[in-house]
């Protein structure tokens, strides 16, 4: 048989590119977090029904991931996904222009044929190929998203509580924490989005009444959004607690008991508890805090959208990428 000779081509980096699809960027993208998202899932040892017991997603939609049939998904859908697997999601960005050139600037002195005993060549009638280095300005941008990266740790603590059945109460008050200072941080987040102007002198605006401090905060968001606020209903109420939870801890103090207290002879008698105790015990107080954190924020997320062009904002408000960069670099001209 005779052979064929074969051209070889070397490829872009990207396949879909290569082949002529027409958002051949965006599938690369999808193709990549779908395939940490099967890695998730191997070094779990995770089926798809177990996955959806686990992060809520439909065991349908991990299948359909397997099989690489990602239509229906977006970028935002798969980091979502990745997230509640508990894998942190950054992305840099590198924008570069299409058929940009490289360029090579070269001196040369033409050559010449030597009359007999002139001598030998100096270096400028030699050909000379130097390169010369060009000056590039490259614009970068980028955010971290706190909140985002807050609630991971929240889910992970109270994951690990709910699954011991001694020493669960340290995990159960770091996710209670961490629930509190996610909505401090989402408040920054929403509010720099929808009030730009208050948010650049944040710190001059929230000392007068009757925005003062952090509760000043949360009152005017929820003005701008439109939310009601009942501050003897849950998940308000929730919200309030829990910032009293994190005031006793920020300035922490020793407490003392004393007290005399009857009971019968055969019972044990009863020992208050203590205050900071009290605020995050029994288990079931960090159930409802984590519960009534995501429906808050959720609740402004939904309200404050119409109002943000931003696709970073997200289409939920705990998920999504916990950053983001880009940059551009063009050649600088002389």
């Known amino acids: 048989m005779k052979s064929e000779k074969l051209d070889v081509v070397r490829g872009s980096g990207n396949v879909f590119r290569d082949l002529g699809h027409k958002n051949a960027d965006a599938e690369q993208v999808k193709a990549i977090l779908a395939a940490e998202i099967i890695k998730a899932l191997d070094r779990e040892g995770l089926s798809v029904r177990a996955a959806h017991s686990r992060t809520g997603v439909a065991a349908a939609d991990f299948s359909r991931i397997r099989n690489a049939d990602l239509g229906r ?69 980028g955010e971290d998203i706190p909140h985002r990266l807050m609630w991971t740790i929240v889910e992970e603590q109270a994951a690990l509580a709910n699954e011991r059945e001694q020493d669960w109460s340290k995990p159960a008050l770091v996710a209670m924490v961490f629930a509190f200072h996610t909505v401090e941080a989402y408040l920054n987040f929403v509010g720099e989005r929808i009030a730009p102007d208050i948010w650049k002198d944040e710190r001059n605006f929230f000392r007068k009444e009757p925005y003062r401090g952090w509760d000043g905060k949360l ?73 009534d954190v995501e429906q808050f924020v959720g609740q402004i997320h939904s309200l404050a959208k119409p109002q943000v062009n931003d696709v970073w904002f997200g289409s939920q408000a705990l998920r999504g990428p916990l950053s983001y960069s880009s940059r551009n670099t063009q050649a600088r001209l002389s």
């Open 73 to 141: 998904f977006t970028v935002d859908r798969l980091m979502s996904i990745l997230n509640r697997l508990g894998s942190r999601v950054e992305v840099k960005v590198r924008v570069r222009r299409v058929g940009a050139e490289e360029r090579e600037v070269t001196a040369a002195a033409s050559s010449r044929k030597k009359p007999h005993g002139e001598g030998r060549d100096s270096p400028n009638d030699r050909v000379l190929k130097t390169p010369i280095p060009r000056m590039l300005n490259t614009h970068f941008e």
């Open 219 to 291: 009152r005017k968001v929820m003005e701008l959004v439109g939310l009601p606020r009942i501050p003897d209903r849950r998940p308000l109420r929730t919200i309030i607690e829990l910032k009293e939870l994190r005031d006793l801890i920020a300035h922490g103090k020793p407490e003392k008991l004393a007290g005399d207290v009857l009971h019968p002879q055969d019972e044990e008698p009863p020992y208050p508890t203590f205050t900071l105790r009290s605020m995050y015990t029994p288990r079931e107080k960090m159930t409802t805090a984590v519960h």
